[in-house]
């Protein structure tokens, strides 16, 4: 080799590296970039709950509601405040002229029968308690809309899936037949056809890919617009046989549901208020201590004052305390009988959703993968006619929209039933 010829070679070597170096220079600073500029978009069901548990507004609105109702129940163990009393005057002897100054302090303490005390602090107890058992149940159903909304996602998704799979089908026959028409092996009628169907599978796409647009909009929206406009779903709609029993599902929801025990916190706040209405039959005292520097002395001493029911015996207050318990205890029996009904119902669902993906699983799916195939090749050797192929590929499209449907259907009433027991059910 040349020395000319060996100087430009290791000069294209030289450029060589100097390329492979800088492009890997860029590469990792691409990387770096996105790393931390980048937003997160990929999210699960369990990330997607936890955004709406933080950021949904009403259940916000919830939680301030609760914090005003525990506040209230720590200032209900307050003593009640004293009052003091202060006049300054001028006084003038009856056998003289002469004028004096007077003057008087007094300090009053109400005091609070300690059982009444005790029942009206209960009463702000138990409405604190019940509106926590209130907040609970609006995380119930904020995951519950959360989870419909995921899967409504999901089911677009697949959806998509299936109406893109059927597009390219056509527009691949269409393209095959097509050129079998310019070549006189089939009628240009038939190309004609399959081009119509590729615009209807085209609008069936967009239909969908709107629908999934709109669908990603109204989760967002539910969870106070925290997620990025263009966030991705990360899941697919899943099924499981679930060995459930109706009895003990109901015996779990009587014992531990949120709305099972702010009743009960609710009847017990109205017994507390039956009792502390009853006591205030019985008035309280107010001890006082004065001085007074009077006109002919000083006047010091200790006092107590009790109001003395004697128009009023608070009658009208316990009859409305005790239809409220009455009404407490109506509609706690009415309660147990309504959940006892919607796990019935929600579980009966449940299954007849298991029933009809145990259907789909059993065969039907493959036979319908298999049945298109054939079609697909006999219309492609000229077997059968367009029409026929065309009625195969609606129907094993038609099997899979159903199946989709169905698993769509298994997963709510799933999380439906989660919803009417209180829990998620493993």
Known sequence: MSPSINLLVRYNISGFMKYKICCFTLLVFSLLAVSFSGEKKDFTLEEIISLGLKNNPSL???????????????????????????????????????????????????????????????????????????????????????????????????????????????????????????????RELEAIKLYVETLKAQNELNKVRTGLTLAKEELNKFLGDSLPPDFIILGKLSFKVLPLEEKSLIEKALLSHPLVKKKEKELEGAQSNLSYTKWQRIPDPSISGFTYKE?????????????????????????????????????????????????KAKLNQLRLSEQTLKLFQSGLLKEAEESLKIAEVSYKQGEISLIDYLDSQRTYYSILKDYKDSQFDWNVNRASLEKSIGEEIQ
């Open 60 to 186: 916000l609105a919830k939680i301030q509601e609760v914090e005003a109702k525990r506040a209230a129940f720590r200032a209900s163990k307050l003593f009640f405040n004293p009052e003091i009393e202060y006049n300054r005057g001028r006084g003038k002897l009856n056998d003289t002229e002469e004028k004096v100054n007077t003057e008087g302090f007094s300090i009053t303490q109400p005091l609070e029968n300690p059982l009444k005390r005790k029942y009206r602090i209960k009463m702000f107890e138990k409405d604190w308690q019940a509106a926590e058992s209130s907040l609970d149940f609006s995380r119930l159903e904020i995951i519950w809309e959360i989870k419909i909304l995921f899967f409504k996602i999901l089911l677009h998704k697949g959806n998509e899936e299936l109406t893109l799979k059927n597009f390219n089908s056509l527009k691949e026959i269409h393209q095959l037949i097509l050129k079998r028409a310019q070549l006189g092996e089939v």
């Open 295 to 343: 006109i002919d002395g000083q006047n010091t001493g200790l006092g107590i004052s009790v109001e003395i029911p004697l128009w009023n015996f608070k009658s009208k207050e316990i009859a409305e305390a005790t239809s409220l318990v009455l009404k407490q205890e109506a509609e706690q029996k009415a309660l147990r009988m309504e959940l006892r009904t919607e796990i």
